[in-house]
């Protein structure tokens, strides 16, 4: 099975600061014969289901702002808040699609206003 | 509008059984994958289990294989999540979510149901 872990657990950042996750899979979520990660990542705030922000890893959701942005390829993926709003106080999950129909998780971060 | 609507919050005691169940509008039931997803209070998601209700195939996490039963009747487009018999640590908000990508590939969920918080207390 894929684990997925990320990091920090939690942050709080500045608004207007730049906030960055890190989710890392234990095995590599790029396939070779299409060149893209499998790699998805979601938003949770209090009391919502969850909300996909970005796909394979860097394409982002229609209607998600500019200012969210993944990046990374393989095992290792980031997202980046590049300016955070206050609306962005939510937990982050990264999840894998790399082993579709099975999809696994990552343990999640939270992010706050300092 | 592609929509995941699920069944009201339910309080059961232990050793009883239960089915929810999330039903879906404006797509094709049959030709999307619909999965389950377990929160527990104060804690991350976790996938519990996927089903395709064209032809029933379904998978499910180790974690959860054997715990629960995943169904779907196409005839009403609704997927079901069902226990035999609750424990307390079933404690949870249950969401659906539908993967965009037909059988063949299920991908990122990119339409989750609202939730349907279940409580098992004696």
């Known amino acids: 099975d894929i684990v997925m872990t990320q990091s920090p657990d939690s942050l709080a950042v500045s608004l207007g600061e730049r906030a960055t996750i890190n989710c890392k899979s234990s095995?590599?979520?790029?396939?070779?014969?299409?060149?893209?990660?499998?790699l998805a990542w979601y938003q949770q705030k209090p009391g919502q289901p969850p909300k996909l922000l970005i796909y394979?890893?860097?394409t982002r959701e229609s209607g998600v702002p500019d200012r969210f942005s993944g990046s990374g390829s393989g095992t290792d993926f980031t997202l980046t808040i590049s300016s955070l709003q206050a609306e962005d106080v939510a937990v982050y999950y990264c999840?894998?699609?790399?082993?579709?129909?099975?999809?696994?998780f990552g343990p999640g971060t939270k992010v706050d206003i300092k | 509008e592609v929509q995941l609507v699920q069944s009201g919050a339910e309080v059961k005691k232990p050793g009883e059984s239960l089915k929810i169940s999330c039903k879906g509008s404006?797509?094709?039931?049959?030709?999307?994958?619909i999965g389950w997803v377990r929160q527990m209070p104060g804690k991350g998601l976790e996938w519990m289990g996927i089903?395709?209700?064209?032809?029933?195939?379904?998978r499910y996490s180790p974690s959860f294989q054997g715990q629960v039963t995943i169904s779907a009747d196409k005839s009403i487009s609704t997927a079901y999540l069902q226990w035999s018999s609750l424990k307390a640590s079933d404690t949870a908000m249950y969401y659906c979510?539908?993967?965009?990508?037909?059988?063949?590939?299920?991908?990122?969920?990119?339409?989750w149901g609202q939730g349907t918080l279940v409580t098992v207390s004696s």
């Open positions: 404006g797509y094709s039931f049959t030709s999307y994958w």
């Open positions: 089903i395709y209700p064209g032809d029933s195939d379904t």
């Open positions: 999840q894998q699609y790399y082993s579709t129909p099975i999809f696994t």
């Open positions: 979510a539908r993967p965009n990508g037909g059988y063949g590939e299920a991908l990122a969920f990119d339409y």
């Open positions: 394979w890893a860097s």
């Open positions: 095995q590599s979520v790029l396939y070779s014969s299409n060149n893209k990660n499998y």
